[in-house]
Nanobody
Framework: QVQLVESGGGLVQAGGSLRLSCTTSGRTFSRYNMGWFRQVPGKEREFVAAISWSGGSTRYADSVKGRFTISKDNAKTTVFLQMNSLKPEDTAVYCC???????????????WGQGTQVTVSS
């Protein structure tokens, strides 16, 4: 069993930055591919970024490419999402997930956190 807890969300002005963290429990964290997704009420969950278990492979949604960076610290059992040049349309609840390919498909992930709210004001 893997438990995921996100932190680092908040309110930021457009153009600003935030760094999200996802801390995991479980001794096999280093073997999991990890992903970040976001969701706005009334809309479908949207893929943001994913990273392989080794950290050697990453992928991003086109909407965040060049602005967001996903990274993984196996020693601290934590995955990060550095978000720069934030836009109002980035406002959402951001959730991390474990178990994907690394994949952009939510159904490929086995474990999910509760999420952290990110609000970007214009």
């Amino acid at each position: 069993q893997v438990q995921l807890v996100e932190s680092g969300g908040g309110l930021v002005q457009a153009g600003g930055s935030l760094r999200l963290s996802c801390t995991t429990s479980g001794r096999t964290f280093s073997r999991y591919n990890m992903g970040w997704f976001r969701q706005v009420p009334g809309k479908e969950r949207e893929f943001v970024a994913a990273i392989s278990w080794s950290g050697g492979s990453t992928r991003y949604a086109d909407s965040v490419k060049g602005r967001f960076t996903i990274s993984k610290d196996n020693a601290k059992t934590t995955v990060f999402l550095q978000m720069n040049s934030l836009k109002p349309e980035d406002t959402a609840v951001y959730c991390c997930a474990a178990g994907g390919g690394p994949s952009s498909r939510a159904r490929d992930y086995d474990y999910w956190g509760q999420g952290t709210q990110v609000t970007v004001s214009s």
